[in-house]
């Protein structure tokens, strides 16, 4: 529900990493003498380097290009969480509504279902609108059609305690804290 792929940030995270890192030893083989004998047996550094002044500049301009773009990419990623859950303007009034109360109706509601394990809620702003995000864990084996009625249920409720419609994505997990829990059910 972010605006950003995590797999391609970590990569863009890890090829600027490891420029970094290549750019930090040349550096710094130039200068100190530790990094340098470091350095001697895995790479051979000249021991003077004479760079042109007109490359110099074509250096600098090029990592302040690299700057730019990393700084547009931070800032225009992620988006997503938010702690407001609906925020309502009526004039000079206005009226905010915080992600406890949405988890508070939610985990409420959710309370007396015995296959839920736990359930998780986040906000995030999508397109200019709030949304929310509900996780559910479900029990190894339980009902996932109960669980789902109960979850609707708590979307009802949710809604009439907002006065309005939330958009809500619903996202039922079973994983490995499902499997570990203990059944409540009777055979």
């Not at 090829?15 to 710094?28: N, R, T």
């Amino acid at each position: 529900m972010t605006k950003s792929n995590r797999t391609l940030n970590r990569i863009i995270l890890f090829v600027l990493g490891l420029v970094a890192v290549i750019v930090g030893i040349s550096i710094g083989a130039g200068v100190l003498p530790a990094v340098r004998d470091a350095v001697e047996p895995y790479a051979t550094l000249p021991n003077r380097l004479s760079v042109l002044a007109s490359s110099l500049w074509i250096i600098v301009a090029a990592c302040a290009v690299v700057i730019v773009l990393a700084l547009v990419w931070v800032f225009t990623r992620g988006g997503g969480g938010t702690s407001v859950a609906v925020r309502e303007r009526s004039g000079d009034d206005q009226v905010t509504v915080n992600v406890a109360l949405v988890r508070d109706v939610v985990d409420h509601e959710l309370d007396g279902v015995r296959d839920v394990i736990s359930a998780r809620v986040d906000t995030y702003l999508v397109r200019r609108q709030r949304a929310a995000r509900i996780r559910v864990a479900v029990r190894r084996g339980g009902d996932a059609v109960t669980v789902l009625t109960a979850v609707d249920q708590a979307i009802t409720v949710l809604d009439r305690t907002l006065g309005r419609q939330v958009p809500v994505l619903v996202h039922l997990t079973g994983g490995t804290r499902s499997t570990l829990a203990k059944s409540t059910r009777v055979h």
